[in-house]
């Protein structure tokens, strides 16, 4: 089993629209969680780290549910310019930031 | 510039051969990372340097795989006697340490792609 799992989509999604990610990970002694962003053949950049009682940056809402092992990506009203990967990522705290990234999904926003 | 720099940006080569890529990292970070990443999946962790110390290594870094950092500067990523099952695409990344800076964060570079003929 994959550290970090995710759907590797894509998810097709009209502009405008609201769409939700999903992402469980298997280390229970994970401390810190992530979203980074992929362009396509662009390096990865984060995006927002993902706390418990959640945290919001503008269109983006990310959720972590400690219990459940699974974190999650909400993007509002959705831009063109939001296509894109988005990398689940979870610091295996092994006393360095050691960053396990899951495959990523694939998001496409058309017109 | 002052972001990670990494070259060659490309690089083919024919199995067997033996390649070396380089990585300067963000100046003032003493914190140092080779990822690899294969197409549809996400980067996937080879190894780490403090400073000029290697601390960890993947099991995915078999003994044709080397890393260098000498000077806690910029670090080196040699692969010998190259398969066609190394053809990815090579990131660098570093962070400060310190807890000033966000514990997640680290900045990569453009990468280094390899395919193996």
């Known amino acids: 089993r994959k550290e970090v799992e995710q759907d590797p989509g894509p998810f097709n999604v009209p502009e405008g629209a609201t769409v939700a990610f999903n992402c469980t990970y298997s280390n229970s002694a994970s401390q810190s969680f992530f979203w980074y962003r992929q362009d396509c053949r662009k390096e990865p950049k984060l995006l927002m780290s993902v706390y418990s009682s959640g945290n919001e940056d503008g269109r983006f809402t990310a959720q972590l549910n400690r219990a459940s092992q699974y974190i999650s990506l909400l993007i509002r009203d959705s831009k063109l310019s939001d296509s894109a990967t988005y990398l689940c990522?979870?610091?295996?705290?092994?006393?360095?930031?050691?960053?396990?990234f899951g495959t990523g999904t694939r998001l496409l926003v058309s017109p | 510039d002052t972001g990670v720099s990494q070259n060659p940006r490309h690089k083919i080569t024919k199995r067997g051969q033996n390649v070396t890529f380089r990585c300067d990292p963000i100046?003032?970070?003493?914190?140092l990372y080779w990822y690899r990443q294969t197409l549809g999946q996400g980067p996937e962790f080879l190894t780490y340097f403090q400073n000029e110390a290697q601390l960890e290594k993947s099991r995915l870094l078999s003994d044709r795989f080397s890393a260098e950092r000498p000077k806690g500067s910029f670090s080196t990523l040699e692969i010998q006697r190259t398969e066609q099952g190394d053809s990815a695409m090579y990131l660098c990344?570093?962070?400060?340490?310190?807890?000033?800076w966000g514990p997640g964060e680290l900045f990569f570079g453009e990468g280094s792609r390899l395919t193996v003929l």
């Open positions: 100046s003032e970070h003493n914190r």
């Open positions: 990344a570093s962070s400060p340490s310190g807890r000033e």
């Open positions: 990522v979870v610091n295996s705290n092994t006393g360095f930031q050691k960053l396990v």
